[in-house]
């Protein structure tokens, strides 16, 4: 049995999923912001930026030639 790429790429689907992450953390920290607390906007920011950050260190790297 022959292995065969698959059609989508793995590394394409961990960094949508940082993707999301990141916009998450964004939009709730945006959501905050535009209620006035400022000292929530920053706590829901960082740890959905730090998730994506951390998801897109797991995207596989190429092999070397």
Request: proline share 6%.
């Amino acid at each position: 049995m022959v292995w065969e790429r698959p059609t989508v790429s793995f590394r394409l689907i961990i960094l949508a999923m940082a993707a999301f992450i990141a916009l998450g953390g964004l939009l709730a920290g945006a959501l905050s912001l535009m209620g006035g607390a400022i000292d929530q906007a920053v706590a829901f920011t960082w740890p959905g930026l730090a998730g994506a950050v951390a998801l897109a260190l797991m995207v596989p790297g190429r092999p070397a030639k």
